[in-house]
């Protein structure tokens, strides 16, 4: 599977961006996606994930109440919906997919995005 990250950008504090994940192939069902992030100097760290129909996500303790994750399978697109940033959200957002269940690291996604970068202003 190939995935897409789009729908970064510069936000103010406190303002929402949507990240999409587009993936190419018919059985995009068959993979749970996590969104990560990636800061300069910092480890690639996990923000949330969904399972491949979209019944159970999770979310890192970081964004829990402002970020959720959706995902659409006949549009073959996970979102990342992210309301009230902070200065501290600003990264590059990585999509990633994996077949199977979903887990929190990235050591366990076979399949990655291109990244986008998400700014914000204070």
């Known amino acids: 599977v190939q995935l897409q990250a789009s729908g970064g950008g510069l936000a103010q504090a406190g303002g929402s961006l949507r990240l999409s994940c587009a993936a190419s192939g018919r059985t995009f069902s068959s993979y749970a996606v996590g969104w990560f992030r990636q800061a300069p100097g910092k480890e690639r760290e996990f923000v949330a994930a969904?399972?491949?129909?979209?019944?159970?996500?999770n979310n890192a303790d970081s964004v829990k109440g402002r970020f959720s994750i959706s995902r659409d399978n006949a549009k073959n697109t996970v979102y990342l919906q992210m309301n009230s940033l902070k200065p501290e959200d600003t990264a590059v957002y990585y999509c990633?997919?994996?077949?199977?269940?979903?887990?929190?690291?990235?050591?366990?996604?076979?399949?990655w995005g291109q990244g986008t970068q998400v700014t914000v202003s204070s």
């Open positions: 969904i399972s491949r129909f979209g019944g159970t996500t």
């Open positions: 990633a997919a994996r077949s199977g269940s979903a887990y929190l690291t990235p050591a366990e996604y076979d399949y």
